[in-house]
């Protein structure tokens, strides 16, 4: 079955970088394009990122627009979220989301960014 | 890339039914049949209930329904049920991009 596993969030300083990963199984990863959601505690989604089945095509909210880069690596079924130059405002669960053309229809279960100083 | 508009909060007794609606523009919910619908459990990732407007995936109730109107999609919880306690959340695409509504907490 389709499983999508974050990894990588923890705790940061605001201007530091931080990679998360998204683990991908139980599917043909070069089908599908991915994306990152991610929800402030007590508040709602917001979308961040996507990536294209094929990796040529990256989109990105404005919110993080030029600091987060989103990326993937078809040999380890793995998209990463970049987050550079971080903000206390970043701080949230991040999800992955496996794109399936109009929805998304399989998320993981989140990995907590918390910037702080 | 505005946050679709949601109520804060929606209730209902069981057995009762309530709406939900989800206000966009004509550049995301207005341009395109692509909105989707999300329950969110506390704690937990969301969980897909509505796709293109009106389509029910594969082992939700059909006690969920939705619909669309210009600018405006909704989602019809019938027949409430304890469990339906829970976040809602609408989405749209927005050109390249995605959108969520500011989510909806239906307590019943």
């Known amino acids: 079955q389709v499983h999508l596993v974050e990894s990588g969030g923890g705790v940061v300083q605001p201007g530091r970088s931080l990679r998360l990963s998204c683990a991908a199984s139980g599917f043909i990863f070069t089908n599908y394009g991915i994306h990152w959601v991610r929800q402030a505690s007590g508040k709602g989604l917001e979308w961040v990122a996507a990536i294209s089945a094929d990796g040529n095509d990256e989109f990105y909210a404005d919110s993080v627009k030029g600091r987060f880069l989103i990326s993937r690596d078809s040999s380890k079924n793995t998209v990463y979220l970049q987050l550079n130059s971080l903000r206390t405002e970043d701080t949230s669960v991040y999800y992955c989301?496996?794109?399936?053309?109009?929805?998304?229809?399989?998320w993981g279960q989140g990995t907590l960014v918390s910037v702080s100083s | 890339q505005s946050a679709l508009t949601q109520p804060p909060s929606a209730s209902g007794s069981p057995g009762q039914s309530v709406t939900i609606s989800c206000t966009g523009t004509?550049?995301?919910?207005?341009?395109?049949?692509?909105v989707s619908w999300y329950q969110q459990d506390p704690g937990k990732a969301p969980k897909l209930i509505i796709y293109?407007?009106?389509k029910r995936p594969s082992g939700v109730p059909d006690r969920f329904s939705a619909s669309k109107s210009g600018n405006t999609a909704s989602l019809t919880v019938s027949g409430l049920q304890a469990e339906d306690e829970a976040d809602y959340y609408c989405s749209s695409h927005a050109g390249s991009t995605r959108v969520f509504g500011g989510g909806t907490r239906l307590t019943v």
């Open positions: 293109e407007v009106t």
């Open positions: 989301a496996r794109d399936w053309g109009t929805l998304f229809d399989y």
């Open positions: 004509s550049s995301d919910i207005g341009a395109y049949n692509y």
